[in-house]
């Protein structure tokens, strides 16, 4: 299925389709605001290995998921002073924050990692945060690439790509080309794992 939905004013019928999806262990693609997400329910085991074979991603490395706002990211995360600060900054945007998980038992394995770490994004995006508070859990999210890894930012081609691979692609037109920045947070002082959309001059500036 491919619904064409509107970044700014999203469609609820589009949404609450998606949220159908979702909830019935589905695989989608929608929009963030950097490159386009793959992404299913974080509890559906079954959802997140299709999501792994789709993208031929090793298990042992695990994807990040979407939370609405600091508030959701604390119930899966240990978020300390510093940390709470500098993300108050920063969200909703383009990062993906690499925090201690709190829900071991709750969260599936492949959602966290060896350091008993999580990846969370909260996007500034009306679509993917209207997915989550809809769906009343986070979402899976994987960057949509091809074969080569390279990102992909049109949607048509998305479409060609992973029609018959997901069950929904929700199209609010082409994405940027750059992924989001990677902040680890686990210690006092974050590190930048990977420079991307995000700006990371007030880390360098400490």
């Not at 298990?59 to 240990?78: N, T």
Request: net charge positive; hydrophobic share 35%.
């Amino acid at each position: 299925m491919y619904l064409k939905i509107h970044p700014d004013n999203p469609q609820l019928r589009h949404i609450n389709r998606a949220v159908e999806i979702l909830k019935k262990g589905g695989v989608i693609i929608y929009p963030t605001d950097t490159v386009y997400g793959i992404g299913c329910s974080i509890y559906d085991t079954h959802a997140i290995e299709r999501v792994y074979q789709i993208k031929r991603q090793d298990v042992s490395k695990p994807f990040s998921f979407v939370c609405s706002d600091l508030s959701h990211i604390s119930e899966y995360a240990r978020v300390s002073n510093t940390a709470f600060r500098l993300m108050k900054q920063l969200i909703p945007g383009p990062y993906t924050f690499i925090l201690p998980a709190s829900r071991l038992k709750q969260l599936p394995k492949s959602m966290i990692s060896k350091r008993k770490t999580v990846g969370i994004r909260v996007p500034n995006n009306k679509v993917s945060l209207m997915l989550v508070k809809e769906l009343g859990h986070p979402i899976l999210s994987a960057s949509v690439t091809n074969g080569d890894g390279n990102v992909i930012t049109d949607p048509e081609l998305i479409k060609k790509y992973y029609d018959k691979k997901v069950d929904l692609i929700l199209d609010s037109g082409n994405s940027q080309m750059k992924l989001s920045t990677i902040l680890d947070l686990t210690q006092e002082k974050g590190i930048v794992v990977r420079e991307g959309a995000g700006d990371v001059s007030m880390l360098m500036a400490e």
